[in-house]
């Protein structure tokens, strides 16, 4: 990697094939951009990265690469069919995009409901409590009166006072041992 230019952008090159062959796409997407910042015109990393990045589903920069290689090299033999494949991710990127906003729409309309809900449980607890405390003021209430109701029957009552009388008394002439 340090002799020069030419064998720098050839290995990186042929690791990033290498990695791709492999799976690992990250990884030779980065040995691609190495070939490529090390000769911007190395048309054959160009491709391969935006095949890669294809394989990643990094559409945007996919479509960036293959733009760029159509427009550098318009006389390729694989253009007419990169042409066919940038028209397919431009079509899946603006379906994808109109899925985001759907789904964003979707998510709103959920958060909406779902905050609607709150505010009908929150009433229906509020009404709630509010026949719960009515209902126990009507006990407090009902107990409130029961007990007058008792009170004044005890007071409207004839007593008839008794008294015991002092002529039986019986006087001892003892005191208590206690103590």
């Known amino acids: 990697m340090n002799s020069g230019v030419s ?6 090159f ?7 062959a492999a799976g690992n796409y990250s990884k030779a997407e980065s040995c691609y951009s190495l070939a490529l910042a090390a000769s911007p015109d190395f048309y054959s990393a160009l491709l391969n990265r935006a095949n890669t990045r294809l394989m990643m589903k990094k559409y945007q920069d996919c479509l960036a690469d293959y733009k760029r ?10 253009t007419p069919e990169i042409q066919r494949l940038i028209g397919y991710l431009e079509q899946e990127i603006q379906r994808q995009e109109e899925e985001a906003v759907r789904l964003a729409e979707e998510q709103k309309r959920l958060e909406e409901e779902n905050k609607r809900l709150q505010e009908e449980m929150a009433r229906q607890k509020a009404e709630q409590e509010a026949l ?38 019986l006087d001892y002439d003892y005191e208590s041992e206690l103590e």
């Open 7 to 12: 064998n720098r952008k050839l290995l990186s």
């Open 14 to 20: 042929n690791e990033g094939n290498v990695a791709y």
């Open 69 to 78: 290689f159509v427009l550098e090299q318009p006389d390729d033999s694989q």
């Open 132 to 169: 719960e405390a009515e209902r126990r003021a009507a006990e407090e209430e009902r107990r409130r009166k029961l007990l007058e109701d008792v009170a004044n029957s005890l007071q409207q009552t004839d007593t008839t006072n008794m008294t015991a009388g002092a002529e039986d008394v």
